[in-house]
């Protein structure tokens, strides 16, 4: 009796809504879930293989380990790369003991540079190295970078002054060198020291304040962009015997506490000296150094 009022009653109705608002909400339950399953797929298979398919990377192929490059000789770069297109660009520096000693340049994605000239003040070493890194990547967090094996590179061999005889002339007044790049050069100090081969220490003078420099030897750069600290950093150069040096200071920037001011350490093997210089973007600071005759 209940059950047939119930179906022919006046409740016959509200339980219709019932049941349709039912199956309304399993509906679309099941396309949520369907839409559910979709995303986690897209987000869990689809997505790394996508981002894996666009991962970046570079290998340099020429300098290698066994490369040797002999200046002043023209070198060459070789290299490799996955997933940069070739009107893309590539920057690549070279380095000895993991200071940047030259800036080889930045060239499109075509997997080879020729005729690039190195500094002519490179000493001998069978620790250089060459350093690729990817500029302007469309992943920003995934820049592909590459440093080769260490190789050798052969310095130029400094010509020597034969003894003045009876028919020898006077050599003529050197011209210091008093600009450079645009900035001024003016000299604190003039060394003289007992050998062509000096180290030089160099580190930051003062307040440590992010202070980035090169310094140059005879218009050639033999630290690039360093960024000074407190701990002493070491490195070797040639001196030329035939002519008075300079050796000078060149700020990249000014760092928290302007101008930068280094220290550096000079030494020949039997004594040393310490001098102090400054830069900043419009003038620079030099030493002149003479070899002992």
């Not at 997933?83 to 930045?106: R, S």
């Not at 592909?144 to 003894?163: D, E, L």
């Not at 003078?205 to 420099?213: E, L, S």
């Amino acid at each position: 009796m209940i059950i047939d009022q119930l179906i022919q009653g006046k409740y016959a109705k509200n339980m219709s809504k019932v049941l349709f608002i039912f199956l309304l909400l399993f509906s679309n339950s099941i396309k949520a879930f369907g839409s559910f399953k979709t995303s986690v797929v897209e987000e869990i298979i689809v997505a790394p293989i996508r981002q894996s398919s666009l991962q970046t990377s570079i290998k340099i192929t020429v300098p290698n380990g066994k490369t040797v490059w002999n200046i002043p000789e023209l070198v060459t770069l070789e290299w490799t790369t996955k997933n940069i297109p070739a009107h893309k660009t590539i920057k690549f520096y070279l380095v000895k003991d993991d200071m940047v000693v030259q800036e080889l340049g930045i060239f499109e994605n075509q997997q080879f540079a020729n005729d690039i000239r190195l500094n002519k003040s490179l000493q001998t070493s069978s620790n250089y190295r060459v350093m690729g890194i990817e500029l302007f990547p469309d992943d920003t967090k995934s820049i592909a970078k590459f440093a080769t094996p260490s190789f050798t590179i052969n310095g130029m061999s400094r010509p020597r002054i034969s003894s003045p005889t009876a028919t020898t002339r006077e050599p003529e007044a050197e011209t210091m060198r008093n600009m450079f790049d645009g900035r001024s050069i003016s000299y604190v100090d003039q060394l003289e020291v007992g050998s062509e081969n000096i180290r030089i220490n160099i580190w930051d003078h003062g307040r440590k304040d992010d202070d980035i420099v090169s310094i140059y030897l005879n218009g050639e750069a033999v630290v690039y962009k360093y960024f000074l600290t407190y701990h002493k950093k070491s490195f070797d150069i040639t001196l030329d015997t035939s002519k008075t040096n300079d050796l000078f200071l060149y700020a990249h920037n000014l760092g928290k506490y302007p101008p930068n001011t280094v220290s550096i350490e000079i030494l020949d093997g039997t004594t040393s000296e310490n001098i102090i210089l400054n830069s900043d973007l419009k003038s620079c600071e030099a030493v002149s150094i003479n070899v002992k005759k």
